[in-house]
T-cell receptor
């Protein structure tokens, strides 16, 4: 069956450290993968998109990698800040469809 | 900055009642979506809509649900005969060029509570 899996346990890190979140998928062949941020009670907000032919993408303190062999994407936040505390969702398009499928999300808590 | 707006922000209804959730997508966007998120669970796809018709729907989106774009700006989700398990946050989203290239822009959601 098709799955998108993210660490269900919250990730707690100290301010200033690098946070690394993982997204693994099974039985998909996505052309790209997206990462979103979701704050409590609010809608997801787009952060980054990485295509299958891109190994790495950066935007300010954010970095995403995409390994289609491992079927995994890693999302890094460098020099993390308490304001980065949120749930981070990975999402991919399920084949030649018109739907974006989301993972369960990982809650990041950055301690001051 | 353009944004997707949703109303109401919170609706409480009795089981069996009909509910209409409204969305105003970003004006130059052509692709529209509804997602729902049950408390503590993941964001789930319900339906996508393009060119005035449903382009895809999930198994959740059964005959109880319908969508409509009644004019050039609104996009609505109707839930007939609501059930307790319909209690969730419903998110509307839009995109300019569909899933070939673009990200989704989400509204802030409508929280539906069915009693």
């Amino acid at each position: 069956s098709q799955k998108i899996e993210q660490n269900s346990e919250a990730l707690n890190i100290q301010e200033g450290k690098t946070a690394t979140l993982t997204c693994n998928y099974t039985n998909y062949s996505p052309a790209y993968l997206q990462w979103y941020r979701q704050d409590p009670g609010r809608g997801p907000v787009f952060l980054l998109l990485i295509r299958e032919n891109e190994k790495e993408k950066r935007k300010e303190r954010l970095k995403v990698t995409f390994d289609t062999t491992l079927k995994q994407s890693l999302f890094h936040i460098t020099a993390s800040q308490p304001a980065d505390s949120a749930t981070y969702l990975c999402a991919l398009r399920g084949g030649a469809t018109n739907k974006l499928i989301f993972g369960t999300g990982t809650l990041l808590a950055v301690q001051p | 900055e353009p944004e997707v707006t949703q109303t109401p922000s919170h609706q409480v209804t009795q089981m069996g009642q009909e509910v209409i959730l409204r969305c105003v997508p970003i004006s130059n966007h052509l692709y529209f979506y509804w997602y729902r998120q049950i408390l503590g669970q993941k964001v789930e796809f319900l339906v996508s809509f393009y060119n005035n018709e449903i382009s895809e729907k999930s198994e959740i989106f059964d005959d109880q649900f319908s969508v409509e774009r009644p004019d050039g700006s609104n996009f609505t989700l109707k839930i007939r005969s609501t059930k307790l398990e319909d209690s969730a946050m419903y998110f509307c989203a839009s995109s300019e060029r569909g899933l070939n290239t673009g990200e989704l822009f989400f509204g802030e959601g409508s929280r539906l509570t069915v009693l």
